[in-house]
């Protein structure tokens, strides 16, 4: 229990250089060095049974593997061979998974030399305690999807390993996810700097030679972190990543959370940063009111701006808002192709009328589902779509 506890795994080879003692092979090879002790078959039977029952929320996700090293250790290839017929097995959502089964199968997924595609533990026929164990997994897995709780720390340790095969995170209806895991996981995505091979550290000092230096984790649809309860505190966090040298996020997915204006100014801020290079942004139903036009339209006004998709859909925009969100898209420097918006009138089409009717305009679609528009509002639109002079491709409009 004090390995299984243990931050640094300090106490894991020892732990099972122990129970490799419990063998009688192994116990003739060292011979002398050991006491000569019966180790009788209920005993070793005990141990081996309390290794694949230890279930306890204390023990990290990492940590829990040295069990199925332990088991290895004592010659116990039941586990090992029962993932095995997982693995190959058809149906793999329909038979259940202990927790000894699933950190057998994460360490089986990690040491693969096969990159997995994707990682979806909603798909595992466990306990939450046994799709907890599996998360150490990610570490050799290009997409993973998170719809139940999840260790944060691992996640972000799994970030930044070396190398780190990570490329989209999904985080979506994650209710327990946090503000603070969210500036855990925003943390991560930043660049860190390798000292050596092995040694990770955040350290300025002109003390310590640098080695070798490499960027690590580029991250490029990191979140999916739809309907999390997540408020504008996370939105700072994710700013800062955004800021972070290199940042390889294309792809941010807020929508669904309270982030409120203050959240909004504080990503569109970052927009404006030339380290970032976000060309997708969704904020649908994210309680935005017209305020937070403003914040998006100095966004798409800046020259340093890389955004392609904004979805602004389910918000109390308004007339006043959209006219706002227009004065962006007039700018030369507004590179948008794609807008997702709505609580739009007739005088909304007017406006947006007249600002893709600037030159250059870049966009390409424009989806006003879920209004009511009249059909004057919509035959301002629909002539522009009509006219190869302008570039709008699509438009969408109606129920």
């Known amino acids: 229990m004090k390995s299984l506890k243990s931050e640094n795994g300090h106490l894991d080879l020892f732990v099972r250089f122990l129970h490799g003692l419990s063998l009688e092979s192994n116990q003739r090879i060292l011979g002398g060095l050991l ?21 306890s929320d204390e023990i990290s996700p990492d940590r829990s593997i040295n069990i199925f090293h332990c088991l290895m250790e004592m010659k116990d290839q039941s586990v090992h061979q029962e993932i095995q017929e997982f693995l190959k097995s058809e149906k793999k959502s329909v038979r259940e998974l202990s927790v000894i089964h699933c950190s057998a199968l994460a360490y089986l997924l990690q040491m693969s030399e096969e990159v997995l595609d994707e990682l979806n533990l909603q798909q595992y026929n466990t306990s939450e305690e046994g799709r907890r164990r599996l998360i150490p997994a990610v570490r050799n897995c290009r997409k993973v999807v998170f719809l139940s709780t999840s260790d944060c720390e691992v996640v972000a340790s799994a970030m930044t390993s070396n190398p780190s095969h990570l490329r989209e995170l999904d985080l979506s209806r994650n209710q327990s996810l946090t503000d603070a895991g ?20 955040f350290c300025f000092s002109l003390h310590f030679l640098i080695q070798k230096c490499v960027f690590i984790c580029p991250i490029y649809s990191f979140p999916r972190l739809r309907h999390c309860r997540l408020s504008e ?95 962006g898209l007039e700018s ?13 009138s007739e005088i909304s089409c007017g406006s947006l009328a007249s600002a893709l009717r ?34 709008l491709e699509t438009l969408s409009h109606g129920w």
Not at 35 to 55: A, G, H, M, V, Y
Not at 248 to 270: E, F, I, T
Request: proline letters at 5%; glycine letters at 4%.
């Open 35 to 55: 006491d000569q002790r019966d180790s009788p078959p209920e005993t070793i039977q005990k141990i081996l049974n309390n290794l694949k029952w230890e279930n």
């Open 233 to 327: 505190i996370s939105c700072d966090s994710l700013a800062s990543a955004l800021r972070s040298n290199p940042s390889h996020l294309r792809v941010l997915d807020l929508s669904g959370n309270q982030l409120k204006d203050p959240g909004v100014k504080l990503l569109c801020g970052a927009l404006q940063d030339p380290l970032c290079e976000l060309e997708t942004l969704r904020l649908r139903c994210c309680s935005l009111s017209e305020t937070s036009c403003d914040s998006v339209a100095s966004a798409l006004k800046s020259n340093l701006s890389h955004l392609r998709v904004l979805d602004l859909s389910f918000n109390t925009l308004k007339d006043s808002g959209v006219k706002r969100l227009c004065s």
């Open 332 to 344: 030369p420097n507004c590179k948008l192709e794609t807008l997702r918006s709505c609580s739009l």
């Open 182 to 201: 969210v500036k855990l996981l925003s943390s991560a995505m930043m660049p860190l700097l390798v000292f050596s091979k092995f040694l990770y550290i």
């Open 358 to 391: 600037s030159n250059p305009s870049h966009l390409r679609e424009l989806d006003l589902r879920q209004n009511q528009l009249q059909d004057s509002g919509v035959k301002l639109l629909s002539d522009l779509v009509e006219n190869p002079h302008y570039g």
